[in-house]
């Protein structure tokens, strides 16, 4: 029995640093998530970003405002901080499924993935655990997150489909 008790307490007190190794590593992959995103962006003309290769699809720059602001949105829910605003320049095109500036749409990208990473700062081990989000859809701060980690990937390699649909080699993946 007191071995028992004595690994669930060196279990508990070690709980911590898992999270605290959780969260690192989380923040390492979302570094390189953030390099391998905005290589993407970069490499695709701007001649292309209106580009999309059916009518149903989103326009290559659209995909790039979309995965920013659904990041900006959900890193803002679990870090507590206010997402920043979205340019003006970039609601209206996405909006209006309008024209997407290249460097406009860049520059969003990174302020968004540099927003992620200080909120990402901001995330303690109870908001990692805390629920987040409207009722039916509430994951705790790790998964949604981790989610959203997720749903940046899905999106990059749908904008990896459209270069390539331009015959144009998108950046290697780095791990």
Not at 60 to 73: D, P, R, S, T, V
Not at 98 to 117: P, R, Y
Request: charged residues 20%; aromatic residues 12%; glycine residues 4%.
């Amino acid at each position: 029995m007191r071995k028992l008790i004595f690994l669930t307490a060196c279990l508990a007190a070690a709980f911590p640093l898992f999270a605290q190794s959780l969260k690192d590593t989380f923040a390492k992959h979302w570094q390189t998530s953030q390099d391998f995103t905005v290589a993407v962006a970069e490499a695709m003309p701007a001649g292309d970003y209106n580009f999309k290769p059916n009518p149903e699809e989103m326009c290559f720059g659209k995909l790039m405002a979309h995965i920013a602001m659904a990041n900006n949105a959900n890193f803002a829910m679990v870090s507590g901080l206010k997402a920043p605003a979205v340019p003006d320049a970039i609601s209206a095109a996405y909006k209006a499924n309008a024209n997407f500036d290249k460097a406009a749409t860049i520059q969003f990208l990174k302020e968004s993935f540099d927003f992620c990473t200080r909120a990402l700062n901001e995330v303690t081990e109870e908001k990692m655990h805390a629920m987040t989000g409207p009722a039916g859809r509430q994951l705790t701060g790790f998964e949604r997150l981790w989610s959203y980690f997720t749903h940046t990937a899905h999106h990059r390699g749908q904008a990896e489909v459209y270069m390539r649909v331009k015959d144009i080699k998108p950046p290697a993946y780095k791990f």
